[in-house]
């Protein structure tokens, strides 16, 4: 099993940047893709972004391409998120989450999440 805690989740106004982490611990954790999505209340859970077991791969959400950038390091056990150029609608609950496939934007294929980190966006 992994246990995933996300953390750096805030306030922050438009235009602004945030950096979120999610540090693992557990079973190896370069034996997992990670992935991060978003909810919003009344919502359906939506992609963010993944990243493959090594790093060497990653996809985004169009919504979020050019803006968001995922990261990984294996020695640390963590995956992060670098939010830029924040927009209202970004505000959502932050989750990373764990997969035993190669890489991928389905969430059904991750079968370890994070408890959320709350990002809001002020206009």
């Known amino acids: 099993q992994v246990q995933l805690v996300e953390s750096g989740g805030g306030l922050v106004q438009a235009g602004g940047s945030l950096r979120l982490s999610c540090v693992a611990s557990?079973?190896?954790?370069?034996?997992?893709?990670m992935g991060w999505f978003r909810q919003v209340p009344g919502k359906e859970r939506e992609f963010v972004a993944a990243?493959?077991?090594?790093?060497?791969?990653?996809v985004y959400a169009d919504s979020v391409k050019g803006r968001f950038t995922i990261s990984r390091d294996n020695a640390k056990n963590t995956v992060s998120l670098q939010l830029n150029s924040l927009k209202p609608e970004d505000t959502a609950i932050y989750y990373c989450a764990a997969t035993l496939t190669y890489i991928s934007r389905r969430n059904y294929e991750y079968g370890y999440w994070g408890q959320g980190t709350q990002v809001t966006v002020s206009s």
């Open positions: 557990g079973e190896t954790f370069s034996g997992y893709g």
């Open positions: 990243i493959s077991q090594s790093g060497g791969s990653t």
